[in-house]
């Protein structure tokens, strides 16, 4: 039961695997200006690493889009900065401090609050200011179900 079940579930990942870069390739030759969204997190690794194998040996086709809420640990962005050039990819950084530095946004205040909200505005001025025609992103349906 337990080698049945595991075949499955390796047949069941080949099969996302194989949609996904199918996805991705068909993007690539359907819009002129496609990019990635790319936070440096576990899903946009992900993305970026089927990416990596949908288009090897060649370079990606489409730059990642980095939104900068301006929150990030040093890490973090050093680690994106590293993948990125790993990947021999081109990284397009917003930032959510220029949308509230151009009155585009209102930032919170409290010990509560967060950017994160703001980042729709910044997501949505670079992607007009690039020209972006599709977006590709790895959020995961278990998360957000207008995803699904």
Known sequence: MDEERTSYQVNHLAQLESEAIFILRETAAQFERPALLFSGGKDSIVMAHLARKAFHPARLPFPLLHVDTGHNFQETLDYRDQYVADLR???VVAYVQDSIDQGRVQEE????????????????????????????????????????
Do not use: H, M, W
Request: net charge neutral; aromatic share 4%.
């Open 109 to 148: 205040k409290g010990p509560f609050a967060s950017r994160n909200a703001l980042q729709t505005v910044t997501l949505l001025d670079a992607i007009e200011a690039n020209k972006y025609d599709a977006c590709l992103g790895g959020g995961r349906r278990d998360e957000e179900k207008a995803r699904a």
């Open 89 to 91: 990819a081109e990284l």
